[in-house]
């Protein structure tokens, strides 16, 4: 390793492991989704959570906070949720004889947003202004949120009637959109013969804390990316701006997005370099909600198409 | 002058300019006057150090060097024309151009000039060594020119890239080489070139030969049909010298029949490559028994030229070693060998009548007489003797006793005609090297000899060689190793020997090849591809056309393959190895990564491939996405290397 990489960045990093074990226990045989949520969290980014209910998408955002020992909160979406219910509100006091501002659940290392897309698009849209900036401006006054700030969201994909879903500007600003799927059978049974997940959840130590989390983005960042890494990243994101089934393609961003997690990827693996195998390992995690196909094709299998035909020139 | 409008050129590009410059001067050292160099050396130096720090040379200087250039050549020469007052003005000149460069468009005048110098050296020399060593002087001031482009790299990448210029221009040299219609004639008169005859000349003067004596350059080279005769039969013989003046040996004017001869034994065959000479002298092996085509026997069997041999000539001829020449004497021909000047050398002229008084006709006594007192009296041989006098023959005889084969020669012919019996002195070359590697016998410059013929009574002329009765060994060892004392030195033993061989072998097919190939042989080259040199359109169509296909071929590569302009050893690497794995069925997938192909084929190969395979693997993903580029150079070539040894 380089000598660029700070000493309690290493420390941070013995403590990972640990980490992915602990969540793995709590949700079953989902190690990939798992170790790409870790990859998110290392990437300083925001993940969405796209599922039908019951698959384990909160288990899986309670345990991540937990086991990253961030203090967080949850908020339930709904129709008549309003941006002050989150970002919070000035109050008058008499006693002091003015306005004091009682920050909302936003004000949170690790906030948890469930059924996102339930909310009105002015809920989701002050959301979404505070994960971009990581701060929020009320009543004229610039408040900055905490410096690990991360937003797991999740909303399901399948039962629409009265949701607001989130355009492709708002889904941008999540780094990665993860499904779970359903458990695989051993993993399933286990699941039913295991005790209840949230109650095992509060008897599990917290591995790492915020403090662990900054050095390891800062270690993240410092991951090397060689000239024919950066080479394959732009070829993909040329192969999806002249695609047949693709109607616009990769941003710019989404370069950058994709270019992050795969750093983040490659220090989970313990490597100081970003290898095309980490760049194809989450190029579908990051890149596929920012594609718009052009007839139904679904935006995953688009990205493993891709993946199949750009070519890794050694 | 507009310099203050024009950029001036950077250091780098002045330091190529004056290093090319330089080079011109060391490729003309051999031939300028020896006050020339060191002046001009200094002058380079000191304007290189003026340049660097941005100063300007004093103009007045400049204007008196460009004065006295000229004048010193006249002093020299006593004429700025001809070929060695041409190079000595085109060098200095040449240094000069460096004192007024200071724009770029100056370095660009000043690489043309430096260029055309270093052309005009080949005037002098047109060996093999030669021409490399040009070439690689057009390096530099290549690298100059390259210099001064916008953008240019590092000053190791530039030389590397005008390396690979000046190898991409050797086809179209080549071409230009073949192609170019020749003339049979030079296309200038370099006006020293013409008359610069080489080797054996007809008229032996008193340090003749011992000036050729010290000339390292091949005269001739000869394949025998069969083994090469021993070193003591080699004498090569090139002119007779019937007439006398006291101080030099001519062949004389008088017309004389053709000496009949009687061969016995089994004739030699052979092939001489002569070089260049200039004359019509022809050396042959004793005793050619018939002139080749084209050539003419003079009266005492020495073969002729119709015409001065100009760019080397090829012949066979066919020779007695055991032979009996003119049986009997023609009556002139008893006179020319009994000719001596008047009233010269009366102590020799002594001696051979007291040897007369005590021998009467023994002609074969009085014979051995003379070497006999040449080996005993004290008589040395030396390629550096001391000068003689009026009297050359006396003095040499009687006082100075130290000489080589023209003096051994001469006295002893003097002193046989003095004694009354015919005698003439032959000059040609004797000895010669056997090149093991090519199996050919090489005979220098310095192999040129002197020795005499007298004529014996039922002998007819004989050969007899009185500098070998002085000194064996000049006849068993070579002219240059019987001077020295001793026996073979160094550079006569052993490999060096074995390496001179081939660099002859090398030196020879360059001068059959390429020095030699003219008119006639181009015209024969081409008439089989049926171009015509004669018509200029038959010759443009070939040159065209192929020009064409090369660059075609060329732009067609270049286009193909953009990345080979980037020095990707790794990847080329990488890619070779791929292709050997798809060879033993191992494909990559369209999208798969290459570390990720590698650890699948080490999964599906036997362990011991595996490993090999998987270490490959880890250390490709460590240099290809871990390192900085430029430390990993050297371990790319590594690991290149190590994957072609690598048998899945």
Known sequence: MPDAIATPGNASLARLPKALAQVNALVLGKTHAVRLAFACLLAGGHLLLEDIPGVGKTTLAHALAHTCGLAYQRVQFTSDLTPTDIIGVGIYEREHGQFRFHPGPLFTELLLADEINRGTPKVQSALLEAMAESQVSVEGETRALPAVFTVIATQNPLDLAGTHPLPDSQLDRFLMRLSLGYPDAAAERALLAGEDRRALLRELPARLAASDLLALRQQARAVNTSAAVLDYLQALLAATRDHAEIRVGLSPRAGLAVLAAARAWALLAGRDHVMPEDVQAVFAAVAAHRLQPLRNSSRESLAAALLAEVSVRA | ????????????????????????????????????????????????????????????????????????????????????????????????????????????????????TLMSALLFGQSLLMTLLVCAALWPLLAALTALQPGAGATRMLLREDALRLALAVPVALLAFVLIPRLATPLWGAPG?????????????????????????????????????????????????????????????????????????????????????????????????????????????????????????????????????????????????????????????????????????????????????????????????????????????????????EHYASAFVFLMRAAGIPARVVAGYQGGYANRVAGYLLVRQSDAHAWAEVWLQGHGWTRVDPTAAVRPDRISLGATAAAQGSGAPWYLSGWWLGLRDRIDVINRLWDQAVVGFNALRQRGLLARFGVDPERWQSVALALGGVLGVVMAVGLALALREPAAATDDVLGRAFARLERRLARAGHRRGAGEAPVAFLTRVAAALPADGAGQLRRLSTEFARLRYACTPSASALAARNWARRAREFRP
């Open chain 2, 1 to 116: 002058m507009s310099a203050a409008a024009q950029p001036r050129p950077d250091l780098r590009s002045f330091t190529l300019l004056s290093l090319g410059v330089a080079a011109a001067l060391a490729l003309h050292l051999p031939h300028l006057p020896l006050w020339l160099p060191p002046p001009l050396l200094l002058l380079i130096a000191w304007r290189w150090l003026g340049f660097s720090r941005g100063r300007r040379f004093p103009a007045l200087l400049r204007y008196a060097l460009i004065l006295a250039l000229p004048l010193g050549v006249i002093a020299t020469y006593g004429t700025l024309f001809g070929r060695l007052p041409g190079a000595a003005l085109a060098v200095g000149l040449l240094a000069l151009k460096l004192t007024e460069t200071e724009t770029r468009r100056d370095v660009h005048i000043g690489v043309a000039v430096a260029a055309f």
């Open chain 2, 193 to 405: 070139l013409a008359q610069a005859r080489t080797g054996i000349s007809a008229r032996m003067s008193p340090g003749a030969i011992g000036q050729l004596l010290i000339d390292d350059n091949p005269a001739f080279r000869v394949g025998f049909d069969g083994a090469i005769p021993p070193r003591a039969q080699r004498y090569f013989r090139a002119v007779v010298l019937w007439h006398f003046d006291g101080h030099a040996w001519t062949p004389g004017d008088a017309p004389l029949p053709l000496e009949p001869i009687a061969a016995q034994g089994a004739p030699l065959h052979y092939t001489i490559n002569l070089e260049t000479t200039r004359q019509t002298l022809l050396p042959a092996l004793d005793m050619p028994l018939q002139p080749p085509a084209g050539t003419r026997f003079s009266a005492a069997r020495t073969l002729l030229a119709a015409q001065p041999v100009d760019h080397g000539l090829r012949y066979s001829v066919t020779s007695s070693m055991r032979y009996v020449l003119a049986p009997r004497l023609d009556a002139a021909e008893r006179r020319l060998g009994l000719q001596l000047p008047m009233n010269a050398d009366p102590r020799a002229r002594a001696l051979a009548a007291r040897w007369r008084q005590r021998y009467g006709a023994d002609a074969a006594a009085i014979v051995d007489a003379a070497l006999r007192m040449f080996h005993d009296d004290g008589f040395r041989y030396t390629l550096l003797p001391p000068p003689l006098g009026r009297q050359q023959v006396d003095d040499f005889l009687f006082d100075t006793r130290a000489g080589f084969c």
